[in-house]
C-alpha cells in the first residue's frame, strides 16, 4: 500500500469513528423542553433561593423503549417534587431512587442523583417529566445548558429576575444554534423575565480528549451579584474582592487546636536540634501517616478540613458523610 493510500485509508477510518461519536443511539427524543428560573425571597429562612421547574416531554420512536430520567442535586440542591405521565397517566408504582453518585461504586463528592425508568410501550407514546427544585444560595447557581442527553427538538428557558436582584448572564457557543432571546417586564413581580427560545439542539456527547461541554454546547454563565430585599442587602459574587471574602470566610477558622499540633510536633521532634531535621521528621512523618480520601461533602469541598480533625481521625482525612 502506497503512502497515499495509507493516508486517505486513516483519514475516512478518522471521519468514520468522528461520525459514530455523534450520532445518537436512542428511540427517544426530548420533544419540548421547558425550564423555568425563578429568583425568590425566602423571609423565613432570610436568604435568596432560586425556584426551578424543569419539565421535559419524551416521545418514543419504537415499541418497548425504557430510557432512565435522572437529576443531579446535592446539600444546596433539594429536589421538591417529581410527576410523570406516560400517555396521560401516572405510571402504577412510579418511585424515583435517590442515591449518592458514584463511577464504579467509588464516590468522589456529595452529589447525588434521582432517577427512574421511563417506560414508553408503545411507538409514538409520550413521557411527560418535571421536577420541581430550589437551590438555596444564589452563589451556587452558575449555569444552564439548552442541551440534554436527548437530542432536544424544541427549547425554552426563562429566567425571572426582580429588580431586587442584581444578575450578570453571559451567552455562549449560540453562533451555531437557532436561538432567539426575547426580555418581559412582569409588573406584578417587578421582575424582568428573559427567555430563550431554540430549535434542534443535538444530544450532548462525550468524546476521549474532546473539549468540555462549556466549549461546544450553548449555554449561559449566571453571575449573581447582590441583593437589596427591603432593607436586607446581600453581596454574593459584584467584585473579585467578594469571592475571596467569601472564601476567606470559609478558611478563617481551619487552624484548630494550636495545643494538639505543639503536642504532636513536640513529640515527632524530640532529640532533634537541626531545624531541617526537624522539618524532614514532620514532613516524613505527613507523607507516612496523613491519608487523603477526596471525597467533597457540600461546603467542605471548599474548605479544608482542620488540621486537629486530621489528628483526630486517626490522622487521616475525610469528607464526612452528610447527616
Known amino acids: 500500500m502506497t503512502i497515499k493510500l495509507l493516508i486517505t485509508y486513516t483519514l475516512c477510518v478518522l471521519c468514520t469513528m468522528r461520525l459514530s461519536a455523534l450520532e445518537v443511539d436512542s428511540a427517544v427524543t426530548i420533544t419540548s423542553l421547558k425550564n423555568e428560573f425563578r429568583f425568590n425571597w425566602n ?6 433561593e432560586i425556584i426551578q421547574k424543569l419539565n421535559n416531554i419524551y416521545t418514543s420512536s419504537a415499541y418497548q423503549v425504557n430510557y432512565t430520567v435522572s437529576e443531579f442535586y ?4 433539594s429536589i421538591d417534587d417529581i410527576t410523570c405521565k406516560v400517555d396521560g397517566r401516572t405510571p402504577r ?20 442523583l434521582c432517577y427512574f425508568t421511563l417506560d414508553l410501550a408503545k411507538k409514538g407514546s409520550i413521557g411527560n417529566v418535571t421536577f420541581e427544585e430550589t437551590v438555596n444560595d444564589p452563589r451556587y447557581f452558575t449555569n444552564i445548558y439548552f442541551a440534554d442527553n436527548l437530542p432536544v427538538q424544541q427549547g425554552e428557558v426563562s429566567i425571572e429576575i426582580p429588580r431586587w436582584m442584581k444578575v450578570d448572564i453571559k451567552e ?29 439542539i443535538p444530544a450532548m456527547k462525550k ?5 468540555g461541554p462549556t466549549y461546544v454546547y450553548p449555554h449561559l454563565l449566571i453571575m449573581c451579584k447582590s441583593a437589596i430585599v427591603g432593607s436586607k442587602q446581600f453581596t ?33 521532634t ?37 488540621a486537629d480533625e486530621v489528628l483526630r481521625k486517626n490522622m487521616v482525612t475525610v469528607r464526612e458523610w452528610p447527616t
Open 172 to 200: 455562549f457557543n449560540f453562533n451555531d444554534f437557532n436561538i432567539k432571546k426575547s426580555t418581559v417586564y412582569n409588573s406584578s413581580n417587578d421582575a424582568d423575565i428573559i427567555t430563550y427560545k431554540f430549535t434542534n
Open 207 to 211: 468524546e476521549l480528549h474532546g473539549p
Open 93 to 112: 408504582g412510579f418511585k424515583p431512587e435517590y442515591t449518592y453518585y458514584s463511577n464504579n461504586d467509588i464516590f468522589y463528592s456529595d452529589e447525588r
Open 270 to 306: 524530640a532529640g532533634l536540634t537541626n531545624d531541617l531535621d526537624k522539618i524532614k521528621a514532620i514532613f516524613y512523618y505527613v507523607q507516612d501517616n496523613i491519608r487523603y480520601i477526596a471525597f467533597e461533602d457540600g461546603i467542605a469541598g471548599f474548605k479544608p478540613e482542620k
Open 74 to 77: 446535592n446539600n444546596n440542591i
Open 43 to 48: 423571609s423565613k429562612d432570610n436568604r435568596v
Open 236 to 268: 454574593y459574587f459584584n467584585t473579585l474582592a467578594d469571592l475571596y471574602a467569601w472564601y476567606h470566610e470559609l478558611v478563617k477558622d481551619v487552624a484548630g487546636d494550636p495545643a494538639l499540633l505543639r503536642t504532636k510536633s513536640n513529640e515527632l
